[in-house]
């Protein structure tokens, strides 16, 4: 009888350790390694490579308040705007170094040329002939909690009603007003 206990708490053991062994191997497995390309924050976009002991790395215990200014449009008209892709490369950067959410301060900007991303697909098909390509990246990096706007001078430049910009994104009076705005309130600039 007590052959029969030891035997099974000893299967016991063996499954738990075994369990645990896998359970530590698939967490190394989802953490990239050196010199691989991942994107572990906005899936899909800003992929980013981490290096061991390079210069200026992100610090998990800054608080980086910046805002995005995104004026170029896509060099193909049917590709995202590479000014949101850094935005999403800056948070893959940020997740990669462990920087808390709450740290993390972003406001992205779109005028000149970029003003399209904001538009619906309708309106962008009617303008560009598809839609518009960056709707997904726009909902992944609102759902960051990236504050996004558009500048509203750009939209009445182009003669675009204010119906016709998506939601994720947050009409603003003018580009300007908004760099000048966060700017004055501490936010650091990062110009595409």
Partial sequence: ???????????????????????????????????????????????????????????????????????????????????????????????????PEENLKLVVVLHEDAFAAALDDTTFHTQFGRINPNLDLLTKLREAEVEILVCGQALAHQKIGLDKVIEPVTIATAAVSVLADYQLSGYALIVD
């Fill in 1 to 99: 009888m007590k052959a029969d206990i030891r035997k099974f708490w000893l299967g016991v053991v063996v499954v738990f350790c075994a369990l645990s062994a896998v359970h530590v191997g698939a967490e190394e497995e989802s953490k990239p390694r050196p010199g691989e390309w991942s994107s572990p924050r906005i899936e899909g976009y800003g992929k980013v490579k981490p290096f061991d002991g390079a210069a200026v790395p992100i610090r998990p215990d800054t608080v980086y308040s910046i805002v995005f200014d995104v004026r170029k449009t896509a060099p193909e008209p049917g590709d995202f705007v590479p000014g949101l892709e850094r935005v999403a490369r800056f948070l893959n950067l940020a997740a990669l170094a462990k920087v």
